[in-house]
T-cell receptor, first 114, second 109 residues
Framework: NAGVMQNPRHLVRRRGQEARLRCSPM?????VYWYRQLPEEGLKFMVY????????ESGMPKERFSAEFPKEGPSILRIQQVVRGDSAAYFC????????????FGSGTQLSVL | AQRVTQPEKLLSVFKGAPVELKCNYS??????LFWYVQYSRQRLQLLLR??SRESIKGFTADLNKGETSFHLKKPFAQEEDSAMYYC???????????FGAGTRLFVKA
């Protein structure tokens, strides 16, 4: 089991461009969580998804950010019209089912906005 | 509102000394508490959870509901314990896990 896979590891974008971050959960896991980590801060919850459903997006900024977890393929965190303040490490985690609270993390994607 | 507070950003101790990483939380229900650890160049991973009541790598943590704390302790720190430690809280049902800001533990030889 390769674990949670995130790509790319590093992503550089200019202001106004779009950023797409991908996350493939562990085999057999149907729950995906996205977190953002700003310098000197902890992990901030963004969104929780199950296959084809957004369960909790209370941590997502209201504009420019969206997430999906299609029936086939990885989960995608999409940031439109990026700004410098979006520069951060974005982590994905997965779990096999609701109520199993242990999260398995990916290595993260470091987004840098120039 | 749910909140996890780790008051220390950095904790530096000598090898063999006791270590305690503090964690306080606020939650209106019955939360599940965790400690996650990130060693250098590795992924964030679960260290222990309060319901397991077990010792992992010599670390223990006791949930104190009266003080709303879940401090992580180890009687004799080792150099390999140097890492970033995050306290985390999961709501009932495990729908969302929130993390503290983390404490970097540095164990000196």
């Amino acid at each position: 089991n390769a674990g949670v896979m995130q790509n790319p590891r590093h992503l550089v974008r200019r202001r106004g461009q779009e950023a797409r971050l991908r996350c493939s959960p562990m085999k057999g896991h149907s729950h995906v969580y996205w977190y953002r980590q700003l310098p000197e801060e902890g992990l901030k919850f963004m969104v929780y998804l199950q296959k084809e459903n957004i369960i909790d997006e209370s941590g997502m900024p209201k504009e420019r950010f969206s997430a999906e977890f299609p029936k086939e393929g990885p989960s995608i965190l999409r940031i439109q019209q990026v700004v410098r303040g979006d520069s951060a490490a974005y982590f994905c985690a997965s779990s096999p089912r609701t109520g199993v609270s242990e999260l398995f993390f990916g290595s993260g994607t470091q987004l840098s906005v120039l | 509102a749910q909140r996890v507070t780790q008051p220390e950003k950095l904790l530096s101790v000598f090898k063999g000394a006791p270590v305690e990483l503090k964690c306080n939380y606020s939650y209106s229900g019955s939360p599940e508490l965790f400690w996650y650890v990130q060693y250098s160049r590795q992924r964030l991973q679960l260290l222990l959870r309060h319901i397991s009541r077990e010792s992992i790598k010599g670390f223990t943590a006791d949930l104190n509901k009266g003080e709303t704390s879940f401090h992580l302790k180890k009687p004799f720190a080792q150099e390999e314990d140097s890492a970033m430690y995050y306290c985390a809280l999961s709501d009932t049902g495990g729908f969302k896990t929130i993390f503290g800001a983390g404490t970097r533990l540095f164990v000196k030889a």
